[in-house]
C-alpha cells in the first residue's frame, strides 16, 4: 500500500462541502454586515472583523483542501500504477514497445505513464482506463 496519502477520497469530498457551507455562512454575515453598513456600533465592527478573519482563515483552509486532493490523487495514481506494472509481469511484458502496445499507446507515453512521480491532473482516469484496458482490479488502499 501506498503510504502517500492519509485521508481518503470521502475525507476530502467532506472537507470540500464544509469549506462550501461555511463559504455560505460567511456570505450571510457579509450581507448583515451590509445591511448595517451606516452603523458604527461595536457589534458591527466585531461583525465586520469576524467576516474578514473568517474570509482569511477559509481562504487557507480551501487551499489546504486543494492540497489534499492532489495527495489523494497522487495516492491513487500510484496504487493504478503499482497494480498496472504487476499486471503487465504477471503476463511477461516487459519491452516498451509490447507495454505501449498493451496500454494501447505509444511506447513513450506508457513508459512516461508508468514512471512519473509527480502529479497531474487528469492522470487517475487514465490510469483508471488503462487498468480496465487491463481487467485490473485496485481495491481503495486501507486507511492510515
Do not use: C
Not at 480551501?62 to 500504477?81: G, H, I, K, P, Q
Not at 509481469?89 to 505501449?100: N, V, W
Amino acid at each position: 500500500m501506498n503510504a502517500r496519502a492519509h485521508i481518503s477520497r470521502v475525507d476530502v469530498e467532506d472537507m470540500s462541502q464544509v469549506v462550501d457551507d461555511a463559504w455560505g455562512a460567511i456570505h450571510a454575515l457579509e450581507m448583515v454586515v451590509k445591511v448595517s453598513a451606516g452603523e458604527v456600533s461595536p457589534e458591527v465592527l466585531a461583525l465586520n472583523y469576524l467576516a474578514g478573519e473568517l474570509w482569511h482563515r477559509l481562504r487557507d483552509i480551501r487551499d489546504s483542501v486543494e492540497t489534499f486532493t492532489w495527495r489523494v490523487e497522487l495516492a491513487e495514481a500510484d496504487n493504478l500504477r503499482e497494480a498496472i506494472r504487476r499486471e503487465l509481469e504477471t503476463r511477461g511484458i516487459s519491452t516498451p514497445e509490447a507495454i505501449g502496445n498493451a496500454l494501447g499507446m505509444l511506447p513513450e507515453e506508457a513508459s512516461a505513464l508508468l514512471s512519473r512521480d509527480l502529479w497531474k491532473e487528469g492522470e487517475v482516469a487514465l490510469l483508471e482506463a488503462v487498468a480496465a484496458r487491463l481487467g485490473v482490479q485496485v481495491s481503495e488502499p486501507a486507511r492510515t
